[in-house]
């Protein structure tokens, strides 16, 4: 837990300056070719999360379909890649626009569920989640698993944050109000 409290405090004080902390985090898909069949699980993610930290997530193409244009940044643009360092299933990398391209290799020949992972590791690099064993910032725990945080490398067969990943995240963003509880 100690871990957990750490990054909360370091994250939810710089998290601010980079995401704005306004309570809305803008994604797009469409830039997401060949991976479209994750899209469902992308969306259910963020429907999910929104239970419980106090964000709420705008899918800008909904908005343009639903308005006709779409005129602010956006956040969390998804993205795929061929040209990926062969090291990296995914990578979330921060723009000096304050938003992030989340980035999952586009010719990989993972299973279905390594993805799901891989998306979700990156889009807790995006919302502030970062990995366990990095020292940089002096909360470094070479103990936990995947089943712990999605954020290890030990991947595990998961579809959503553990509860350490949705506690550290309450801890950056700030708990919604209308729900206490982790399900």
């Not at 994604?27 to 259910?44: T, V």
């Amino acid at each position: 837990m100690a871990y957990v409290e750490e990054l909360h405090s370091w994250w939810a004080e710089d998290y601010s300056l980079i995401m704005g902390n306004d309570g809305l985090v803008t994604y797009s898909l469409s830039n997401f070719y060949g991976l479209e069949r994750y899209n469902d699980f992308i969306h259910g993610v963020f429907d999910r999360l929104e239970h419980y930290i106090d964000v709420k997530f705008i899918n800008a193409e909904r908005v343009r379909e639903m308005i006709g244009f779409w005129n602010w940044p956006v956040e969390l643009d998804f993205k795929n890649a061929t040209d990926l360092d062969r090291d990296y299933a995914g990578l979330a990398r921060y723009q000096q626009d304050n938003t992030w391209d989340v980035i999952i290799r586009k010719d990989n020949t993972y299973p279905d569920s390594f993805n799901k992972y891989v998306i979700l590791h990156e889009i807790g690099h995006a919302l502030g989640l970062e990995h366990p064993f990095d020292n940089s910032d002096g909360d470094f725990n070479d103990e936990l698993t995947g089943y712990d945080t999605v954020m290890s490398y030990d991947w595990g067969r998961v579809n959503f944050f553990t509860q350490d990943d949705v506690d550290t995240l309450i801890g950056i963003w700030g708990s919604n109000p209308k729900v206490s509880y982790f399900s």
